[in-house]
Structures are given as C-alpha cells and as structure tokens.
C-alpha cells in the first residue's frame, strides 16, 4: 500500500476513535460500547478494529491527564506510553500530534515518562489513577499506578487432574502460553485467544479466571465435610476453587443477580457435584437465606466494591469515579457483613474479599466490622496481581 493509501486509513482510524470517545457516555462498558460500535460498522476490518480499539483504550488509560491538550495529542501520547512497537501506525499518530520522538518508544515506561513530563511537564502519575491518596497498602504505588498503561493477560485455571489434556490442546492449537510460580494450574497468555471455544473449556477442564483471583483462592483453607457459604458468588470461580481443594465439602452459594445464577448453575452442570445448593438472596436484607443461624463453618464475602483493582482491563473507569462512589460501596460493604454473620459458627472464618485498591473499602471496613461485631482479625493483605499482570484484591480473614 503506497504512503497516500496509508496516511488516510490512518486518518479514517483517528476519527472514529474520536467518533467512539465523543459519544462515549459511560452507560456501557468500554469493551460492550466498541462491540456495539462494530456490529453497526461491519465494514470494520480485524486489523481497523484492532487499530481503533488500540486508539480509544490508550486514550482512557491516560486517565485525567493532559486535559488542556487536543484528544488527538493525547492519543498520540498515549500511543507513546501504552506501546513499545514503532509500527506505521504508532509512528503517524505520535509523529503527527506530539512533540515526542517515535524512536524512543522501545524506552523502558519510566524512561518513557520522564521524557513525557519534559515535554508535557502538566503529566502526573496522581493523574492516571483518581484519588491515589487514599489507596490501600502495597509494596509499589507507582508501579501499581503505571500498570494502567499496559493491556493485562487473560489468565486459566487447569481443573486438578485436567492438566495433561488441556496442555495437549493448548499446543495443538498453537496457542502461546507461560506457567507462574504459585500455581502449576494457572497459564498465562499474551494474545487473545479463543480460550471458550476450545474442546477443553466445554468440558470444563479450566476455567477463564485471574490469577489475582487465583491466588486468593489459596487462603481459603477449608475442611473436609464443612458448610461453606459463598455469599457474593458472582459466577461461581471461588466455589470452583473450594471444590477443588476439599471435594467433600457442602457449599451454599448465593448471589443477587438472577442471571448470574441461571449461568452458575449451568457452569456447575458440567462437574456434576451434588454437595453445592445455588441460589439467589439479597445480603443488603435481614435475614437474607432460609438457613438456621450459626450453621457456616466457613463465609465468603466477595463484596460489591468499586473494582478499582482490575481498571486495567476497564480504564475508562479511570475517568468515571467519583469519591461518592467508594462511600457508597463502604456503606452496602459493612451492611452485608452484617447480615451475614449470624449465619456463622462462633470461633470460625469469615473470609472478606474485595477487588478494590481504595482502603475505604479494605481496611477501614475491616476495622470498622471488628470494632462493631467484636470480631478478630486473623490476616489481612493484598493480593498485588499488577506486578504479573493481573488484577489486584483484598482479602481479610476475621474470626467470629
């Protein structure tokens, strides 16, 4: 394709990036908003689609920075920051918006950011992820901060026993993969393949789930033929996870959203156990299940939260929240601990969960049951998952 041809498919993708982030209201997810986007742009290639995509998230993953600067100047530093390829397209856009050298883009993201603040001295780390003052503690604030600049990697959990099967697969398809320390079940992959079509996902070998989830479910520590309620089920991966580790082992597993359950159920179909009861409550309520009191040896909480641990993957809400949002979730966090816990066994676990960053939702509502509920903090920390390339949780572990 000669460089005319080039310079206006290059043009046509800057906008309709613009087109996507000027209509952009935030009523959709980023990644359901773009599906949207393509379905009514069918002529839409996989390489525009792949280019427009790369246009709009590293736009958001720059968070608040830079608001005195055109979009496309921002895209064109963001293209900088987010990539380390001088591909034709990278090369245009940084080359035609910004005052940055395109050859410097292999730099390291340090390196990187320093030339960026010399040029653009208005650039802040503190802008990139809102409200950094009031995040939880962990080892790197900065790296955990520069990790929104980077797309993470699509993580699987391999079913015990499963692994030879899936591996066998993973090859025959060709699909790029590398193993972790903690976990000789969890894979990590760099590209994004089609992981839910293969044989062995439909037979429920491994399951699409974060190794930041992963290795929360290391914690858990349950005992053969316990009650377990997972309250906060969502789809149902931590129950996976009991299973896993104590097959004989009665779960109770609940969650507010119907058609979360109807998929649940569905997913639990394929390992036909017997000992788990699914069902939907509203842990927001008194008296949320019909189970007698103090019958749980063993309570999840994987609490509604803000999910500012896993922005990564959904930086457009880098620019959405406000601080309001992070009190409103402390409020729904500290209720349903408290009506959870009656259903609990005295001198047994509960297990508290967040996929937050902000320590109004971690440690201060920990603080805040214990006080409340006399309750003992057994542990508490963070699952930091940006230093691999996942997200980042919280997990406390409280005695009644």
């Given at each position: 394709m000669d460089n005319d041809k080039l310079e206006g498919r290059f043009k046509n993708r800057i906008r309709q990036g613009l087109e996507v982030i000027n209509s952009y209201d935030f009523s959709l997810s980023l990644n359901e908003f773009l599906w949207t986007y393509y379905k009514k742009n069918k002529f839409l290639g996989s390489n525009d689609r792949r280019q427009l995509s790369s246009i709009v998230y590293q736009y958001f993953r720059l968070g608040n920075n830079l608001m005195d600067s055109s979009k496309e100047e921002k895209i064109g530093v963001a293209k900088f920051l987010c990539n380390q390829d001088l591909n034709p397209f990278n090369e245009y856009l940084i080359k035609e918006f910004t005052k940055l050298d395109g050859n410097l883009i292999t730099e390291n993201t340090n390196k990187k950011i320093e030339i960026v603040k010399t040029l653009y001295p208005q650039f802040s780390l503190d802008a990139i992820f809102p409200f950094p003052e009031f995040l939880s503690?962990?080892?790197?604030?900065?790296?955990?901060?520069?990790?929104?600049?980077?797309?993470?990697?699509?993580?699987?959990?391999?079913?015990?026993?499963?692994?030879?099967?899936?591996?066998?697969?993973?090859?025959?398809?060709?699909?790029?993969?590398?193993?972790?320390?903690?976990?000789?079940?969890?894979?990590?992959?760099?590209?994004?393949?089609?992981?839910?079509?293969?044989?062995?996902?439909?037979?429920?070998?491994?399951?699409?789930?974060?190794?930041?989830?992963?290795?929360?479910?290391?914690?858990?520590?349950?005992?053969?033929?316990?009650?377990?309620?997972?309250?906060?089920?969502?789809?149902?991966?931590?129950?996976?996870?009991?299973?896993?580790?104590?097959?004989?082992?009665?779960?109770?597993?609940?969650?507010?959203?119907?058609?979360?359950?109807?998929?649940?159920?569905k997913r639990f179909e394929k390992i036909e156990n017997d000992t788990i009861k699914i069902?939907?409550?509203?842990?927001?309520?008194?008296?949320?299940?019909?189970?007698?009191?103090?019958?749980?040896?063993?309570?999840?909480?994987?609490?509604?939260?803000?999910?500012?641990?896993?922005?990564?993957?959904?930086?457009?809400?880098?620019?959405?929240?406000?601080?309001?949002?992070?009190?409103?979730?402390?409020?729904?966090?500290?209720?349903?601990?408290?009506?959870?816990?009656?259903?609990?066994k005295k001198g047994k676990t509960l297990i508290y969960i967040t996929c937050s960053v902000y320590r109004q939702e971690n440690e201060d509502v920990v603080k805040m049951v214990c006080d409340r509920f006399n309750l003992k903090l057994q542990s508490q920390q963070m699952i930091e998952g940006y230093k691999i390339g996942a997200s980042t949780f919280f997990i406390a572990r409280l005695t009644k």
């Open positions: 503690k962990m080892e790197d604030k900065d790296a955990f901060v520069l990790s929104h600049l980077s797309q993470p990697k699509v993580w699987i959990r391999i079913r015990p026993g499963k692994e030879q099967m899936v591996m066998n697969e993973l090859k025959e398809l060709a699909y790029e993969f590398e193993f972790v320390d903690f976990s000789s079940l969890c894979l990590s992959f760099n590209k994004h393949y089609k992981l839910n079509d293969t044989k062995s996902y439909l037979a429920g070998f491994f399951e699409i789930q974060d190794a930041g989830s992963q290795m929360i479910g290391n914690l858990f520590q349950p005992q053969e033929n316990e009650n377990w309620w997972d309250a906060c089920a969502g789809s149902g991966g931590k129950s996976l996870m009991l299973l896993d580790a104590m097959p004989k082992l009665n779960i109770y597993m609940t969650d507010i959203r119907e058609s979360i359950i109807r998929n649940s159920i069902a939907v409550a509203d842990l927001n309520q008194p008296n949320p299940i019909d189970v007698s009191p103090e019958f749980f040896d063993g309570i999840i909480i994987d609490a509604p939260c803000t999910g500012s641990g896993t922005w990564a993957s959904s930086p457009e809400m880098l620019k959405k929240v406000e601080f309001k949002d992070i009190q409103k979730h402390q409020q729904l966090q500290a209720s349903i601990i408290s009506n959870v816990l009656p259903y609990l």
